[in-house]
């Protein structure tokens, strides 16, 4: 995905630290887990490594309730 095609509030947003956050809709759209352990990862961080995945996997659950 080239940076122009980037839309604010869609593919990204800006968190209270004034980082750059990328959504659940960008990752879809670029097709697979890079492995850094994204906020909003649909691919359930398959291509992050042990035991860092699992540490993500059990917050994203307790974030759920």
Do not use: D, W
């Amino acid at each position: 995905m080239k940076k122009e095609e980037l839309i604010k509030g869609v593919h990204y947003y800006f968190n209270e630290e004034g980082l750059m956050v990328f959504t659940r809709q960008y990752h879809l759209k670029k097709g697979y887990c890079c492995g850094m352990g994204c906020l909003h990862c649909p691919y359930g961080y398959e291509a992050v490594s042990e035991p860092k995945k699992s540490a993500l996997l059990n917050q994203r659950e307790k974030n759920k309730k």
